[in-house]
């Protein structure tokens, strides 16, 4: 159901939307980037729509909204343990449709991958999203190639017209806030083209791990875990057991997300690393975005959202690499 209303009317039901759900969207962060004269997008509660950055792509995803980057999940003294309580208030999230396709990543592999994730499960219980539209192609996003440009599983979609607020609403609890609000037909905005085009391999073979592509990108990866960091659908993290100084038998167990890409992250007990050189690291993450996961749940894990082109300090472009793989690929079917 489609609405169409003016700011200060929307302005009010928002107010009363904030009394049951945090409400987290892209943020400007001014000067908070590499540098101070740098800007950052990332996600962050707001109070007002205007604090939304609607036009560009946020540099980090979504993902930090329902998953923090340290997450206590357990407190510890001598004699027990206590699980922190979930918080109070509903989430409200504002996603694009390939973000939206990368939630469908997450809980693929928190939710129905095994034995359910007591901690996401809770925060997904709480979260509902809305869907912005995306007017035209981001510099590096190939969406259109992943067939994640277009979503209609959201819970409602939004967007800013002159000084009016166009909603397409679908959750009827979100309903409920527009009743007798006048209705008008509301069509999300997706994008058709991206200036970057990615075609993936369609019989990946055995041999493909032995190519000297690997190393060719593995001398140039510094181990840095960016690319990792603002992927809306990596999901590796570590363990920290912090104790507290006024009572060194207590403390908490920490969640922290952590990077395949990293030295040390896959070794185990005994010191033994299964994968100790940047080549494997980087063909590890390129075959589980593309291969593995694909192989497993019938659809690649990459939305190509393309942060990882725009993050990687040494200027290592994902999708290049996708597309060479390709080309090696089918010269080797010849």
Partial sequence: MGYQLAREAFSEIFESIKKKYDIWAPVRKEGEGTFSEIDVIRYDKIEDLDEIEWEKRSDYSFKESLLKIRETIFYFTEDETIVPKEQEKDLLIFLRSCEMHALKRLDE????????????????KKAKFILMGCKESCETGFCVSMGTNKSENYDAYLKLKNNRVCL?????????YFKGMP???????????????????????????????????????????????VCPTCTCFTMQDIFYKDNEKAGERRRVWASCQVDKYDTIAGGHEFRTKKAD????????????????????????????????????????????????E????E
């Fill in 183 to 229: 209705e008008a037909e509301v069509l999300p905005e997706f994008v058709q083209a991206n200036l970057e085009k990615v075609e993936l391999p369609k019989h990946l073979s055995k041999e493909s791990a032995k190519l000297p592509i690997w190393e060719e990108y593995g001398a140039r990866c510094i181990g840095c875990g960016r690319c990792n960091f």
């Fill in 168 to 176: 397409d609403v679908s959750d009827e609890e979100l309903k409920k």
């Fill in 330 to 333: 089918k010269r080797n079917e």
């Fill in 109 to 124: 592999m928190y939710l129905k991958s095994g034995k359910e994730d007591f901690y996401y499960a809770r925060m997904r």
């Fill in 281 to 328: 690291k980087v063909r590890f993450k390129v075959l589980h975005k593309i291969y593995h996961y694909e192989k497993r749940f019938g659809y690649p894990m990459c939305v190509g959202c393309g942060r990882c082109d725009n993050v990687c300090p040494e200027y290592i472009s994902y999708s290049n690499l996708i597309n060479r793989l390709s080309k090696e």
